[in-house]
Nanobody
Framework: QVQLVESGGGLVQTGGSLRLSCRASGRSFSGNAMAWFRQAPGKEREFAAAISWSSGNTYYSDSVKGRFTISRDNAKNTMYLQMNSLKPEDTAVYYC??????????????????WGQGTQVTVSS
């Protein structure tokens, strides 16, 4: 498995911005899908955004579309999540994930075989 390390979380006011990073290390990443999921206290882990490592194609959940932007830097083996216009309901632990395939099920946790440890994002009202 590839090792994933997230960074960039923190505390921000409503309407503010944060950028999360996820660096892949260890065995060379040979898969084609990377994604951000989030989990709020007492709730299930939910999909936020995904990106194809080869094509750069992206996919977003309705709850973050238009506010969040996912991107990647292949040379640095790093994926990013730029989060703008943050809301209190965005408060969660954010996890990055890596998987083999890019396709319609990219929003499912079962499609990913490597996960980071998570980074906390807190949006105050």
């Amino acid at each position: 498995q590839v090792q994933l390390v997230e960074s960039g979380g923190g505390l921000v006011q409503t309407g503010g911005s944060l950028r999360l990073s996820c660096r892949a290390s260890g065995r060379s990443f040979s898969g084609n899908a990377m994604a951000w999921f989030r989990q709020a206290p007492g709730k299930e882990r939910e999909f936020a955004a995904a990106i194809s490592w080869s094509s750069g194609n992206t996919y977003y959940s309705d709850s973050v579309k238009g506010r969040f932007t996912i991107s990647r830097d292949n040379a640095k083996n790093t994926m990013y999540l730029q989060m703008n216009s943050l809301k209190p309901e965005d408060t969660a632990v954010y996890y990055c994930a890596a998987g083999q395939n890019w396709g319609p099920p990219v929003m499912l946790t079962s499609e990913y075989d490597s996960w980071g440890q998570g980074t906390q994002v807190t949006v105050s009202s």
